[in-house]
């Protein structure tokens, strides 16, 4: 048995099936050295390229996951205090932070348009919650939020972050309570 192969003289191989392998066409462009060499190539097969269903099909698993847990998180039924808030995403990051839940998808997708309509309208300077009383729109968020955990197919959900090229940036973290 001869001793470890030196590194210099080792050649990796890295193959995908959709090009030819090395060993056939010789290493170093001659088939002598090819033969001579046979034993020190190590070609490592690569797995097969993520086909376009395979990816839309882990989508369809996750958005059924997501919706699944989303279905078990409850409401809060007891709203303690007043939140204070300028933007729709303002007042959504206070009770995600207030009660320790993460908002539907949908519902964060729903307030960043919310905020938007704002945009050149004549009270767009002031501040939401002098529009809008905060418990009205805290009780409008928490209903949204309970249409969309509830009702929402996953199916819909998955053609929707196939479309999104970041629909990462609307998943809040979802952490279950142990």
Same mark, same amino acid.
Request: glycine content about 6%; proline content about 8%; overall charge negative.
């Given at each position: 048995? @001869?001793?470890? #192969?030196?590194?210099?003289? *080792?050649? $990796?191989?890295?193959?995908?099936?959709?090009?030819? =392998? &090395?060993?056939?066409?010789? *290493?170093?462009?001659?088939?002598?050295?090819?033969?001579?060499?046979?034993?020190?190539?190590?070609? #490592?097969?690569?797995?097969?390229?993520?086909?376009?269903?395979?990816? @839309? /099909?882990? *989508?369809? &698993? &996750?958005?059924?996951?997501?919706? /699944?847990?989303?279905?078990? #998180?409850?409401?809060?039924? +007891? &709203?303690?205090? *007043? !939140?204070?808030?300028?933007?729709?995403?303002?007042?959504?990051?206070?009770?995600?932070?207030?009660?320790?839940?993460?908002? +539907?998808?949908?519902?964060?997708?729903?307030?960043?348009?919310?905020?938007?309509?704002?945009?050149?309208?004549?009270?767009? /300077?002031?501040?939401?919650?002098? $529009?809008?009383?905060?418990?009205?729109? @805290?009780?409008?968020?928490?209903?949204?939020?309970?249409? +969309?955990?509830?009702?929402?197919?996953?199916? +819909?959900?998955?053609?929707?972050?196939? =479309?999104?090229?970041?629909?990462?940036?609307? !998943?809040?973290? $979802?952490?279950?309570?142990?």
């Amino acid at each position: 048995m @001869e001793g470890p #192969i030196p590194w210099k003289e *080792v050649d $990796v191989t890295l193959s995908d099936d959709s090009s030819p =392998s &090395r060993d056939a066409q010789g *290493v170093g462009g001659s088939s002598g050295s090819a033969s001579k060499n046979l034993n020190k190539n190590i070609t #490592i097969d690569l797995p097969p390229k993520e086909t376009e269903s395979d990816s @839309e /099909d882990a *989508v369809l &698993r &996750r958005a059924q996951m997501y919706q /699944d847990y989303m279905k078990q #998180i409850p409401i809060p039924t +007891h &709203r303690g205090s *007043v !939140i204070p808030f300028t933007s729709w995403t303002g007042l959504g990051y206070s009770i995600k932070k207030l009660y320790g839940q993460p908002l +539907h998808y949908l519902t964060n997708i729903l307030l960043k348009e919310w905020d938007k309509m704002r945009i050149g309208s004549e009270d767009e /300077d002031r501040p939401l919650d002098t $529009v809008i009383h905060p418990c009205k729109a @805290e009780a409008s968020i928490w209903l949204i939020e309970e249409v +969309h955990r509830l009702t929402t197919s996953h199916h +819909h959900l998955a053609k929707l972050w196939l =479309s999104d090229p970041m629909p990462h940036a609307f !998943i809040d973290p $979802v952490f279950p309570i142990i």
